[in-house]
């Protein structure tokens, strides 16, 4: 599940900032396991909370398939690279 939201935050990052963004960089992550997860495909909805120039801010949620209840929800902190003036 850690892997599943720290790419799913990169990609939020991505999104926003374009080919800039390859060059972010985790800065930290918590996540909170809230449930058991099913034995099946697991989906996360990201959402960035702050897009800063330095900082990105990201909320992931994560669900089982099938299933609404969430069981795990994490913040990613990412670095964004200096930008070349």
Known sequence: ???????AAWIVILNEHGPLAIQS????????FLA???PT????NAKALRLGRRLAVI?????SAGNSAMVAQATCNYAMPRQSN
């Open 25 to 32: 960089v985790t800065l930290s992550m918590t996540i909170n």
């Open 36 to 38: 058991r997860a099913e």
């Open 41 to 44: 495909d697991l989906i996360c």
């Open 1 to 7: 599940m850690f892997g599943l939201a720290d790419v």
């Open 59 to 63: 909320d992931c949620r994560i669900v």
